[in-house]
């Protein structure tokens, strides 16, 4: 017992006491000019505990030698017994620590359970005093049986008093008084009061005090809970035979002695052997303490049931110190059995690394490859037999400088290999392939770092094994791979592989396009579900090919993919999807073209009477539009000349009397004037200028005057004329050049559009309002629009506005001046140059105006006819009557419609559906693709898609 514990933690290991043991040994190899061997582990191809130095092999059996001999002088019997006796010693010591713990939690809680018992009785007596004082005051007050009654059920404690005589008459009570005649008075004590009780079948307790009068009895019952107060819990008072004067209805719904679970008898003789005391017992299936006290001066008692030790801290001190007992026996049990295993570790290791050694040459003389080594510290480096086998040279092992080493490899992969060595120890292992010099060999060289002998220094280990064959056939495996992925790239159709996991394995980016997935999104091994889930957010519309095999699908774009999925030998899929859009669309336009040819004939049948009647007035019209045309021609030649000549003397004399150049005119007043008069003759003349341009436009004369203009500069001009207006009105002019081309336009043209825009903007714009001129350059133009904060436009009114001499009647805008040609000349110039003219407006926001301009005009040409309207109506009517005399019913026959439009006619209609590419896509000219209204198609109504052919 006086030997100390071998797995005390601080005692140096002596003769005669056990040592940790040492990690299995090695298997030796054989020791070469000083310089000892180490080889890396871990990896599939290494062989375990490859060539280790002789010296570290002798070092660690010569260590599990002295372990063996200091197990044989140590008694593990006497260790055993030390731990048995610790264990007793500990055990015991639990269990006093418990019990004197739970022996003065025990009396700690009686004494307490004692202190709680007499203050209940206090106050009982208390209450009981209070109500014999009251019974006592009414007797003296009350003259008569009446009076006494009256005065005693004032009590709020009090809930019925009467007085009953000897033979159970009730002279005097309350109304609910009668019952109280069934008391018995005949036992009344010799000091005239008499405490009882009533008990309801509910278990309602009342208590009773009888007093004595001279020839009757004054009964006073009380309410439940008088003696005890409202919180008074599972504590009663009862009398000597046990009956419950006053407590909880569950004493009363049964008697004490079932209520505290004992016998009656034994309830009575612990009242009888004292006062005061406590005793044990079971209420509602739980330990309980029953205390008991005499209220003083009577035959009562207070019981009050309490809790069995509530408090248990004993409880939780057991429990901590078995949990400690059962941590160090369990502790000390492992510390023995690790003991144990060592030892038999130590025999067992010694054994196997003998077989690991025999396994290893065998393994390695074996193999294509060997061991590898250098010494970083000795600029040395060290080859295994094998490996020299494998690198050409005499089957030995080998030891040589580094330089010499590097050299048995190619001079393109020397850098490499050096350079991965000497970063190995910050690195760690590295794996890299090299090819021989002089020999067509590949070889996998993987190194690990590692330290030797006492000065740590640095040695990197490794293995070399041929991998020839290997990269060779990865090699063709990855041109095969690259010619597949590029026959997927060339296919117009798309193309998937699923394995027999329904798990994603192949696809090429047409199956990306058909159904929106990103590049990037789709990764190999993803779940069908997943893609299929995407994929049905491309889907409009799915139905059975008519041949049974495969699926249609509308995409959401209008394209349609009949797709087909095929079963591979491994249990996978591959599914092929090819487009058929102009196909369906084809079958489409054939069944609207019969649809077209069988109305065209019912409309030309009615319309053949017509024609002839319209060819008939033709002439009639043609000579009054004649004539009306060269009316407008001459008043516009007329009103150009009598008009602008008045007009150019007014303003050119208005302007020299303005700046006074021939003298000051006198009057201010006359300055005022001319400058009115100079003012509207301007304004007149602008007014003529557009309805001359507008008939010009409206009759195809206005000719463009086109040349190289900076877009920039033109906005600037323009802004300088109106700035001195937009400062009037406190507003804010915005414009940030842009880096921007020249684009050929007409200068005029341009310029009296942003005139009249930006001049509208300032007019309908509030003082303090902003007005801003952004460009947007694009590749085929420039998009100008102004903005305003204005009064805005209405939704209803936009569509008109652009015409000539129309103009949104308001409150605000009858304000403002102003004839409805600005924005339709605007418009006429724009269109004229080939570009786009749109407005935007928010009513109480503002307006914005988008016009568009190519990088130069767009000609815009007509054809003409050689003939004569006249002319190519009688054609039309000669056409119309040799179309009726031909056999319709022939040339409409379904004969001549391909069998599958016939199938596809046999179809519901939502099956029929086929989107048109006509409509309007966002471009250079039309950033948000908007489209106008005749140019939108009305479409049926698509019904619900059917199932998703991905979920087949």
């Known amino acids: ?7 005390q933690p601080g005692i140096p290991a002596q003769h005669g006491n056990q040592r940790s043991v040492a990690p299995p040994a090695p298997p030796p190899m054989p020791q070469r000019s000083g310089n000892p061997r180490q080889t890396l582990s871990g990896q599939s191809y290494e062989p375990n505990r490859v060539e280790v130095e002789d010296r570290r092999t002798k070092e660690k059996q010569s260590r599990f030698s002295e372990l063996s001999e200091s197990l044989e002088h140590t008694s593990l019997k006497n260790i055993l017994l030390a731990i048995i006796t610790f264990l007793l010693f500990f055990a015991l010591l639990a269990f006093l620590i418990v019990s004197e713990q739970r022996r003065q939690e025990g009396t700690s809680y009686r004494a307490q359970l004692s202190a709680r018992l007499q203050l209940d009785t206090a106050n009982a007596k208390a209450y009981l005093d209070n109500q014999l004082a009251w019974i006592d005051n009414g007797l003296v007050s009350g003259s008569n049986a009446a009076q006494l009654v009256n005065i005693v059920a004032k009590s709020p404690t009090v809930s019925d008093v009467a007085i009953v005589d000897g033979s159970g008459n009730v002279l005097a009570g309350t109304p609910n008084a009668q019952s109280l005649s069934q008391i018995s008075t005949n036992s009344i004590p010799q000091s005239g009061v008499m405490i009882t009780s009533l008990i309801s079948p509910q278990g309602q307790i009342n208590p009773v005090i009888v007093k004595k009068l001279n020839s009757a009895s004054l009964i006073t019952v009380l309410t439940p809970g008088s003696l005890l107060g409202q919180n008074a819990g599972k504590t009663a008072i009862v009398d ?23 016998p009656a008898s034994e309830l009575r003789g612990h009242f009888k052997s004292g006062d005061l005391g406590a005793t044990k017992t079971k209420i509602s299936g739980s330990k309980s303490w029953l205390g008991y006290q005499k209220i003083p001066d009577s035959t009562l008692y207070v019981v009050k049931p309490a809790p069995f030790y509530p408090d248990s801290k004993w409880k939780m001190t057991f429990g901590f110190l078995s949990l400690l007992f059962m941590g160090t026996l369990a502790m000390l049990w492992s510390l023995f059995k690790n003991m144990q295993a060592q030892v038999d570790t130590a025999v067992e290791t010694t054994s196997a690394n003998e077989v690991s050694q025999q396994r290893y040459r065998a393994a390695l003389d074996g193999s294509r490859g060997g061991v590898w080594e250098v010494n970083l510290a000795e600029n040395t480096a060290y080859i295994s037999q094998s490996l020299s086998r494998l690198l050409g040279m005499p089957e030995q092992e080998h030891t040589m400088p580094v ?13 490499k290999l050096l350079y991965n060595i000497r970063r190995a120890h910050m690195t760690g292992d590295f794996d890299v392939d090299i090819n021989v010099a002089r020999l067509p060999l590949t070889v996998a060289c993987r190194g690990r770092p590692s330290t030797r002998g006492m000065d740590h220094s640095r040695v990197v280990i ?14 063709r495996l990855q041109a095969a791979e690259a010619r597949l992925h590029d026959a997927l790239r060339a296919m117009n159709d798309s193309f998937v592989i699923w394995d027999q996991r329904d798990q994603l394995t192949l696809w090429n980016a047409k199956f990306e396009d058909f159904f929106g997935f990103q590049p990037g999104t789709l990764m190999p091994g993803m779940d069908h579900t997943i893609v299929n889930y995407t994929a049905s957010n ?3 519309d799915s139905l059975e090919a008519g041949d049974g095999h495969g699926y249609e699908i509308m995409l959401k774009d209008g394209r349609w993919i009949r797709y087909l999925e095929t079963p591979t030998g491994d249990g996978g899929r591959v599914s092929i999807g090819t487009e058929i859009t102009a196909i369906r669309t084809r079958e489409h336009q054939l069944k609207e073209n019969e649809q077209a040819l069988q109305k065209t004939v019912n409309v030309l049948r009615k319309s053949q009477s017509r024609i002839v009647e319209l060819a008939e007035s033709y002439e009639q019209e043609k000579i009054r539009a004649e004539e009306a045309n060269q009316s407008k021609s001459e008043f516009l030649a007329n009103m150009s000349h009598e008009l602008r000549t008045p007009l150019n003397a007014i303003n050119g004399f208005s302007d020299i009397m303005k700046k006074e150049m021939f003298g000051p005119l006198g009057d201010p007043r006359y300055k005022e004037y001319v400058s009115d008069i100079l003012f509207s003759g301007q304004h007149l003349l602008s007014l003529i200028n557009d309805i001359l341009d507008m008939s010009k436009i409206e009759a195809g004369k206005m000719t463009l005057h086109v040349e190289s203009l900076d877009i920039n500069d033109l906005i600037q001009q323009v802004i300088r004329i109106v700035r001195g207006r937009a400062e009037d009105n406190s507003q804010k002019l915005v414009f940030q050049p842009v880096d921007a081309r020249e684009i050929e336009a007409d200068p005029r043209a341009v310029k009296q559009v942003l005139l009249n825009l930006i001049t509208n903007a300032i007019k309908f714009t509030p003082e303090g309002g902003v007005v801003s001129v952004d460009i947007d350059v694009k590749s085929a133009g420039i998009i100008v629009q102004v903005s305003d904060t204005g009064i805005g436009i209405a939704a209803d009114d936009l569509a008109r506005l652009a015409q000539p001499f129309e103009q949104v009647e308001n409150k605000d805008s009858r304000k403002t001046e102003g004839t409805g040609l600005g924005l339709a000349l605007s418009k006429s110039l724009v269109e004229l140059h080939g570009g786009n003219f749109r407005i935007e407006s928010t009513v109480g926001e503002g307006t914005s105006v988008i016009f568009t301009l190519p990088n130069k005009p767009i000609i815009r040409t007509e054809e003409e006819t050689d003939t004569e309207v006249a002319d190519e109506i009688s054609r039309l009517a000669q056409d119309i009557a040799e179309v009726l005399d031909e056999n319709i019913g022939d040339a409409a026959s379904a004969e001549d419609v391909p069998v599958y439009v016939a199938q596809v006619q046999e179809q519901p209609p939502n099956n029929s559906y086929i989107p048109s590419h006509e409509g309007a896509t966002a471009g250079p000219f039309n950033p948000k693709g908007n489209t106008n209204s005749q140019d939108t198609q009305n479409t049926q109504e698509i019904q619900p898609p059917m199932p998703n052919p991905y979920a087949a």
């Open 1 to 7: 017992m006086n030997q100390p514990y071998p797995h």
């Open 240 to 262: 000597m035979n046990g009956r419950a004067i006053d407590g909880p209805t569950l004493l009363g719904q049964s008697d004490s002695a079932r209520f505290y679970n004992m």
């Open 403 to 415: 330089p010499q080493f590097l050299a048995l490899f190619h001079d393109s992969d020397r850098e």
């Open 462 to 475: 490794g293995m070399a094994l041929d991998v020839s064959e290997q990269r060779g056939a990865q090699l």
């Open 538 to 540: 491309a889907i409009m």
